[in-house]
């Protein structure tokens, strides 16, 4: 089965600054990779996601990840936070099984942007 | 894209009693799946639901505790049974299929025992 590690359960920064949240998953077979983000009181929203292809990864709002095989580890990065961007960020994983894909979530990444 | 409407939105019962919670999705799906998020936690898969078949729960979740219906390709219910405290959390629909790699979420029930 796969697991994903979220470094860092909190992450204060002051607006405008960069910010990196950290993921890092196992995994002994070919996994996608995801970035959910969950604004207060609100459903998860998808990111950005790794299927193959290019490791950088652009997604919504600004955000990209970059997939490093040798390291195991898909880190979210923004290079200008905003006070919108407040939220819990989730890290998963998904294998593709014989029936479909199962996703398996980090602890998520609690993201406060300081004014 | 698949967008899921999941009822009720928010709840709060007593304990003791039980509550259905719905999901409903635009498209025909192969699978559905039934998260919980206890406050501060991360997701924990409680369940996958096949249409025509039995769900198969993942470990520490019960089909006399969480029982789910999955009546056709498109909407499905989770019943949390015999609620205590302790079933107090967030619950979320998702979709995914053989063909998606992608998981689509509700936008959850929160529920809350007391």
């Known amino acids: 089965a796969q697991s994903v590690t979220q470094l860092d359960s909190q992450v204060p920064v002051f607006e405008e600054a960069p910010v990196e949240l950290r993921c890092n998953y196992s995994?002994?077979?070919?996994?996608?990779l995801f970035w959910y983000v969950q604004y207060p009181n609100q459903g998860l929203q998808l990111l950005l996601k790794?299927?193959?292809?290019?490791?950088l990864v652009k997604g919504i709002n600004g955000f990209e990840a970059e997939f490093n095989k040798s390291q195991t580890s898909f880190h979210l990065r923004k290079p200008s936070v905003h006070i919108s961007d407040t939220a819990e960020y989730f890290c998963a994983v998904s294998s593709r099984g014989n029936t479909g894909n199962q996703f398996y979530f980090g602890t998520g990444t609690s993201l406060t942007v300081i004014p | 894209s698949a967008v899921i409407s999941q009822k009720p939105s928010r709840d709060i019962c007593q304990r003791g009693t039980s509550l259905t919670i719905q999901c409903q999705v635009d498209s025909q799906v192969t699978m559905m799946f039934w998260y919980r998020q206890q406050p501060g936690q991360s997701l924990t898969l409680i369940a996958t639901?096949?249409?025509?078949?039995?769900?198969?729960?993942e470990s520490g979740f019960v089909i006399d505790k969480f029982p789910i219906s999955r009546p056709n390709l498109t909407f499905s219910t989770l019943t949390v049974s015999n609620m205590s405290p302790e079933d107090s959390s967030i619950y979320l629909c998702s979709v995914g299929g053989v063909r998606s790699t992608e998981a689509f979420f509700g936008q959850g029930t929160r529920l809350t025992v007391v």
């Open positions: 790794y299927l193959s292809g290019s490791t």
């Open positions: 639901a096949n249409q025509g078949s039995e769900a198969t729960y």
């Open positions: 995994s002994s077979v070919s996994v996608y």
